[in-house]
């Protein structure tokens, strides 16, 4: 996912999102969103940006002028809308229902497969790849996760994110730790001797059901979970699901390097400023730069390395530490403007968009020719390059994907929840929590 990241309320978007998705392989081809071309025969595009700055404003900003200067070069008018992540899906779907949608969207490369399925967008198949620039630009890593394997892409990737592990240099000499943690029980270690007073050894947006299910595939690749079965199955209760699940509560509920607060941490910004303010030592994050800046920490203040690996590695256990992050660009498929719109990807993927746009926001580029640029030479840059390129693995790419991270993502809120009120936290109730969350999933549930 994908970015960012802000968990619905009980009844409200949560759960009509899970209604919505759960209908995503029942939709029409027909049912998909028409484009607006009353404008400037047929040269004006609408575009749908999801949120990726520190506010929709500064979105709005930094995608400004790079629409005026498409404009320039082609007489394309393209159209802005910056739309938060609490409501892009569900505004996604809507449109493939309503057929009221833009001509060209982000979305989170783990809803390809979902929305894919809908036949709502366009299939970046080789003519259209062609006409963006080719397959052969773009990163295998990021391409892997625009789509259902064997089928042409249901998007190009725009951002390339990877998780990492940013811990604050400073507090770190303060308790003596030499370098960062390599393996999850140093982690562990390193937090209980970070946590002080009101201090605490990490963050993490316990109501965020994106982060959440984030979390659970990544740790649980570590300990040999399949989300699916071969037969596209969930198996979300598996026993190596309940331990990887487990073990990311139980920084808080066992370890207690977590702060109970963070329970209620939803929206993609809170556990950010708890690390950038020194209340937490240790932040599981993808890119943070922009916002850790925004509220006063230097990057000479941090560090940055690969999430530790769960060691010694479990039976079945794979050396993933990261999903594949990042946004994609799709095209609705009746848009009236189709060469437009390709155009428009084109441009937002050419080499000096991709320069421009992931050193705004701290990402990385998702063609190989943009990393010429020393902004994505640095330390920090190469860490999050390694990680992608070596030990990330994307998200299930099945058209269920997006209730997996609705279901499981609540599901392990509502345990933080418990977590953070003293209840204990066992391999039982885990299970009885993710086996609610696969029966949901399963026809008639």
Not at 80 to 86: A, D, G, I, K, Q
Not at 161 to 176: I, M, S, V
Not at 339 to 346: E, M, Q, S
Not at 377 to 402: G, Y
């Amino acid at each position: 996912m994908t970015r960012r990241r802000t968990a619905a309320r009980p009844g409200s978007l949560g759960r009509r999102a899970l209604l919505a998705g759960a209908a995503l392989a029942l939709l029409a081809p027909t049912l998909v969103a028409c484009s607006n071309d009353s404008e400037g025969g047929g040269k004006t595009l609408t575009y749908w940006a999801s949120n990726q700055g520190t506010s929709l404003e500064h979105d709005k900003q930094v995608l400004q002028p790079e629409l005026d200067k498409f404009r320039e070069q082609t007489g394309i008018t393209v159209k802005l809308e910056v739309v938060p992540w609490s409501d892009l899906l569900n505004r996604i779907l809507a449109a493939t229902t309503s057929g009221k949608g833009p001509d060209v969207l982000n979305i989170g490369n783990t809803w390809s497969a979902s929305l894919q399925a809908t036949g709502a967008f366009l299939p970046f198949d080789d003519a259209a790849l062609q006409q963006v620039g080719g397959k052969d630009r773009f990163l295998p890593a990021s391409l892997a996760a625009t789509g259902a394997e064997g089928k042409p892409p249901a998007a190009v990737p725009l951002y390339s994110l990877a998780y990492g592990l940013y811990y604050n240099k400073k507090l770190f000499a303060e308790a003596g730790i030499a370098k960062p943690p390599a393996t999850w029980a140093e982690m562990v270690d390193a937090g209980k001797k970070l946590t002080r007073g009101d201090r605490w050894g990490l963050a993490v947006e316990g109501a965020s059901y994106t982060e959440n299910a984030h979390h659970a595939f990544m740790i649980g690749q570590q300990y040999g979970a399949e989300l699916f079965d071969a037969d596209g199955k969930p198996q979300f209760d598996s026993p190596e699901a309940v331990a990887a699940i487990r073990s990311y509560l139980d920084l808080m509920a066992k370890d207690k390097i977590v702060n109970p607060s963070n329970a209620e941490y939803a929206n993609g910004t809170q556990s950010v400023k708890d690390f950038a303010t020194g209340k937490a030592a240790m932040l599981m994050w993808q890119a943070a730069a922009s916002s850790l800046k925004s509220n006063g920490m230097s990057e000479a203040d941090y560090g940055i390395a690969p999430i530790p690996f769960v060691t010694p590695t479990p039976s079945g256990g794979k050396k993933v530490n990261s999903m594949v992050a990042g946004i994609n660009l799709s095209v609705f498929k009746n848009t009236k403007n189709r060469d437009a719109a390709l155009k428009f990807v084109r441009f937002m993927t050419s080499d000096a968009e991709q320069q421009l746009l992931n050193k705004t926001y701290g990402s990385l580029p998702t063609v190989s020719s943009a990393y010429a640029d020393p902004a994505f030479q640095t330390e920090s840059a190469k860490v999050f390059q390694q990680v992608l390129s070596t030990s990330a693995a994307p998200l299930p790419q099945v058209p269920e994907e997006s209730q997996f991270e609705t279901l499981v993502g609540t599901a392990m809120k509502a345990m933080f929840a418990d977590a953070a009120s003293g209840k204990p936290i066992t391999d039982e109730y885990v299970k009885g929590k993710l086996s609610q969350a696969n029966q949901q999933l399963r026809p008639g549930g």
